[in-house]
């Protein structure tokens, strides 16, 4: 990671966290309500892979029996979160599983919403550092941001954040980095419609099949 990086990860950390989370924790109260209530009815058990971020997971349906080899899947999807809301809300969105991996899929709508790839950078970050401080055998994947055909205003910053995490990635063993990205192109380089539903922004049922087959080969027995 660049200098700048680190020091706007750094700034970011320093920027009253306790503040951050209890605003986030507002917003989107009706969904961590609903998580924790599906929590009390059948608590998960530690161990599994969660898969974590915006409405790509929101809305994976069948998620929790897509990888039948992993004995315990957890799905906390919430639509229309950033990456810096599920960096702001580790502690209700991860450390209480106590997940042997995290899958996170989230960053397009910072994008959208105005975020630098750096400020994409620094949200991931602050989660990693937040996950390994507290389960540090935990291992975290990050969903490569895909290539949604309404948003190609945002492609050049879909890839330098992508490219900036993925190198980020590189330097921790515990870390992985899923490129989805460029198998939903097409070999002009173009997004592939048939992935996505007719807003062609969230995913068909092939575009689910086509993630679970490359998250399939990045899962930890």
Same mark, same amino acid.
């Not at 790509?56 to 897509?66: D, P, V």
């Not at 950033?82 to 580790?90: E, G």
């Given at each position: 990671m660049n200098r700048r990086a680190w020091l706007l990860a750094a700034a970011w950390a320093l920027a009253s966290p306790w503040a951050r989370a209890q605003t986030a924790e507002q917003r989107w109260k009706p969904e961590l309500d609903a998580f924790a209530a599906a929590d009390r009815k059948k608590p998960p058990a530690p161990g %599994? @892979?969660?898969? @974590?971020?915006?409405?790509?997971?929101?809305?994976?349906?069948?998620?929790?029996?897509?990888?039948?080899?992993? #004995?315990? @899947?957890?799905?906390? %999807?919430? %639509? %229309?979160?950033?990456?810096?809301?599920?960096?702001?809300?580790?502690?209700?969105? @991860?450390? #209480?599983?106590? #997940?042997?991996q995290v899958v996170l899929y989230a960053g397009e709508n910072d994008l959208t919403e105005g975020a630098s790839p750096q400020d994409l950078l620094g949200h991931f970050v602050r989660f990693v550092q937040q996950v390994q401080t507290a389960l540090p055998a935990t291992r975290i994947a990050y969903l490569s941001i895909k290539p949604s055909p309404s948003r190609l205003a945002h492609m050049v910053a879909m890839r330098e954040a992508n490219l900036l995490i993925q190198t980020f990635v590189l330097a921790d063993d515990r870390l992985d980095y899923i490129d989805v990205h460029a198998a939903m192109l097409d070999n002009d380089g173009r997004p592939r419609p048939e992935l996505y539903v007719r807003d062609q922004l969230h995913l068909s049922a092939e575009g689910y099949g086509l993630w679970r087959q490359v998250v399939s080969a990045h899962l930890r027995p």
């Open positions: %599994g @892979v969660l898969f @974590v971020g915006s409405s790509s997971i929101r809305l994976w349906t069948g998620l929790e029996t897509a990888f039948p080899e992993q #004995p315990v @899947v957890i799905r906390r %999807g919430f %639509g %229309g979160s950033r990456l810096s809301d599920s960096a702001d809300l580790v502690h209700r969105l @991860v450390l #209480p599983y106590q #997940p042997r």
